[in-house]
């Protein structure tokens, strides 16, 4: 691999090392990180211009480098590599003060970037992970005990959505801002700088993914960052139905099971979700009550169950 960055970069790596599916060095004093690519082909012209833009209005975000040929995309031994200089601490942990401040940024961005339809995507997700424990349950026993209620709770914010998108007008405001393809619970804000994955959406995306976080980081202050958060940022009632849509679907659920059929992670890791199934609905009927006391959202009626 030193090799092909020499001849793709012409950086003369001196100590390359390798970590899960990427590598990284330091090369004057910098850290470099080659990761695989893993979005869609299509996109890398957009990622590397909203990138250099980024970059140019003096915005944080690690710097794509080119290859030789002035690519994003570097084919080695047959898998994809974007090669990129890391610009931000890798241990420090998200914080909303990060997220808020990417969802303000103006910047130019290309529509390929864009993400929407978020029920239909839900719903496509949902159907293809059915499939697989349909063919492969026997394999995850653990899995399949908690399985049918977290895509019921994906299909009750698939329902919020689409009902959101029925009822409600998008407002100017609604238009697309900085967001993240995933802010998985244990993410540090060096993902949030990522540029393989930043896409344009919905401002109410990462704030619903932190939220829904904060539950398992045992976040004890989320509700005072909320109240100093919407004291600064409007949202349309459009918007906000979105948010507790995004609330509604459970991400971490999906991502974990994903990571788990990858054999990234353990079957008996799913246990940290579902032991704490009782006290999430609690804390998503709070997060309910929360947002009602500022703006007229649905109620979604099984949550009551767990008001006391």
């Known amino acids: 691999m030193k090799n092909d960055i020499l001849y793709y970069y012409n950086i003369n790596v001196d100590k390359l090392h390798n970590k899960d599916d990427y590598y990284y060095f330091y090369y004057d004093k910098e850290l470099y990180e080659l990761v695989i690519y893993n979005r869609d082909f299509k996109e890398d012209n957009a990622i590397y211009k909203l990138n250099r833009d980024m970059i140019n209005n003096n915005i944080i975000v690690h710097e794509i480098i080119l290859n030789k040929d002035n690519k994003v995309i570097t084919i080695i031994n047959n898998i994809p590599y974007t ?4 610009y931000i601490n890798k241990n420090k942990k998200n ?3 990060e997220i808020e401040y990417l969802s303000n940024l103006k910047i130019n961005y290309d529509k390929i970037l864009m993400r929407s339809n978020w029920d239909q995507l839900w719903a496509d997700k949902i159907d293809y992970f059915e499939y697989q424990i349909r063919e492969n349950g026997k394999k995850y026993p653990i899995i399949v005990d908690s399985f049918s209620y977290f895509v019921g709770l994906a299909e009750n914010a698939i329902s919020y959505a689409k009902n959101t998108i029925i009822e409600e007008v998008m407002q100017p405001n609604d238009i697309g801002v900085i967001a993240h393809r995933k802010i998985r ?20 995306r990462d704030l619903g993914e932190y939220i829904k976080n904060s539950f398992f980081t045992n976040n004890k202050n989320v509700f005072n960052e909320l109240d100093l958060y919407f004291s600064k940022n409007y949202f349309s009632e459009y918007g906000i139905r ?5 609330i509604l679907y459970p991400t971490f659920y999906f991502d974990l099971y994903e990571d788990i059929i990858l054999n990234k992670k353990g079957e008996e890791d799913i246990l940290n979700i579902t032991t704490k199934v009782n006290d999430y609905e609690k804390y998503l009927y709070n997060i309910y009550l929360y947002l009602r006391k500022f703006y007229p959202i649905p109620e979604v009626e099984w949550l009551k169950k767990n008001k006391d």
Not at 83 to 86: F, N, R
Not at 242 to 246: D, N
């Open 83 to 86: 090669l990129y200089k890391v």
């Open 242 to 246: 979105l948010l507790f849509a995004r």
């Open 185 to 204: 619970i244990e993410d540090t804000v060096y993902n949030l700088y990522n540029p393989l994955n930043i896409i344009i959406d919905h401002k109410s």
């Open 95 to 97: 914080d909303l003060n």
